[in-house]
């Protein structure tokens, strides 16, 4: 279906919304991005996800050319363009048209387009059976050398550790950060039961991005009054856990049963992951900026 994609102010056809070969988001990668979802006619964490795509762009010293309220109001204009209730959304600025060097100062203004388009979700199947995963040998890039904090157009490195995941034919892959810690999925965190009840997930330095649908399962275990432990773990406490879960906007809260061939407990979604995956679905149909 054709879509009206938001392109440097405009709200332009698909076939019209191109991009420079000279664009150093295509050349270099050089660029950040977010993906958001808008539930029955609301915008879910509209607001984190554009802190997150501010702090990304701060930390790679590029400036977005319109404010944060500007963008809101943009995003806000893609979806209801595309008559879109049920919407993910790709939002995207890379460092503008430069020349074929990587000196970003060649680069006049950065890139901003937006898409809105329908989410596709897993199969159904997926969330009542629990994913298999694997732990791919790729390990998770070195906070040192680029922070995966930093949500930037070079996702080779997820991508290297997706294309683990497909030659087994499961649909993710577990990273792991250089030491050996558990980090994060190629496009999702994760987080742990213990059999004693408490909920386990990687402390940020450990090398994983703030998922916004991480913090917010991190707000409904305080309010549950679920024990939360940000610690570095590894691979023995995943094959050793009551329950294991992923996080993410486009996968939202889904169970993991079987992680390198080891079933995770009896091999079906745990009780706690299902109760947080129904009170997220339930939290995404109040909360968010209206359309
Ligand atoms: N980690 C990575 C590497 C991701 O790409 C994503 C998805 N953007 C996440 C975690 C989950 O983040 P969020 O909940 O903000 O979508």
Not at 101 to 109: A, D, V
Not at 187 to 193: P, R, Y
């Amino acid at each position: 279906m054709e879509r009206l994609i938001y392109l440097n102010g405009e709200l332009v056809k698909t076939k019209e919304a191109k991009i420079s070969v000279f664009d150093h988001g295509l050349l270099y990668g050089d660029g950040v991005f977010e993906g958001i979802r808008a539930y029955s006619g609301n915008i879910f964490k509209l607001k984190e996800h554009l802190d997150r795509l501010y702090n990304s762009a701060a930390a790679i010293m590029m400036e977005i050319p319109i404010s944060k309220e500007e963008m809101s109001q943009a995003v806000v204009k893609t979806v209801n363009a595309n008559k879109l209730r049920d919407a993910y959304i790709r939002l995207v600025v890379t460092r503008g048209i430069g020349d074929l060097g990587l000196n970003p100062e060649k680069c006049q203004k950065p890139t901003v387009f937006i898409i809105a388009d329908k989410i596709k979700l897993y199969p159904e199947e997926y969330y009542k059976n629990g994913l298999n995963i694997v732990t791919a040998a790729t390990r998770r890039n070195i906070p040192d050398a680029l922070s995966p904090r930093i949500k930037s157009l070079n996702y080779l490195n997820n991508i290297m550790a997706k294309i683990e995941a497909n030659r087994l034919k499961v649909p993710e892959a577990l990273m792991l950060n250089r030491e050996g810690y558990v980090a994060e999925c190629t496009g999702d965190n994760i987080f742990l039961v213990t059999s004693g009840g408490t909920v386990l997930t990687p402390p940020l330095y450990i090398g994983a991005l703030n998922g916004i649908t991480r913090a917010v399962i991190v707000d409904m275990l305080s309010d549950m009054d679920v024990v939360l432990k940000e610690t570095p773990f590894t691979l023995f406490e995943v094959y050793s856990a009551a329950e294991c879960f992923l996080t993410g906007t486009a996968a939202e809260v889904i169970p993991v049963v079987d992680v390198d061939g080891r079933k995770i407990s009896d091999g079906r979604p745990g009780e706690l992951t299902l109760k947080l995956k129904e009170r997220f679905q339930e939290i995404t149909k109040k909360d968010g900026v209206k359309l």
